[in-house]
């Protein structure tokens, strides 16, 4: 396992992964930044939603590219898809408590 630091919406993060995968992760999580980054210039969102809206954009990007993909997506089983979203919203609090503890301090 290897360790990376991504930055997504100003935000650092250390994320594990396998052995020769550190540039893939470091490429979408880069893409999910923009993503996050466009979708914020335009509109008022809190960190958490910034981050979903992102990741939809940047997964429907993704099926816009490879329409085989969403073939793969509509498979996914409902409960999978709320567990990726209360995961986002765990990191997104997260990272919200850590941002309000240094404007407190």
Do not use: H, W
């Not at 997504?8 to 993060?13: G, L």
């Amino acid at each position: 396992m290897a360790n990376v630091q991504i930055k997504i919406d100003s935000q650092k993060f250390t994320i594990a992964c396998g052995e020769g995968q550190e540039e893939k992760l470091k490429r979408i999580a880069a893409m999910l930044d923009e993503k996050v980054a466009f979708i914020k210039s335009r509109m008022l969102v809190s960190e958490s939603m910034g981050l979903v809206m992102g990741a939809l954009l940047l997964a429907s990007d993704l099926i816009d590219q490879d329409p085989n993909l969403y073939q793969f997506e509509t498979r996914i089983a409902e409960k999978d898809l709320l567990q990726s979203i209360q995961m986002i919203e765990k990191a997104s609090s997260c990272i919200s408590s850590v941002a309000e503890t240094i404007e407190n301090a």
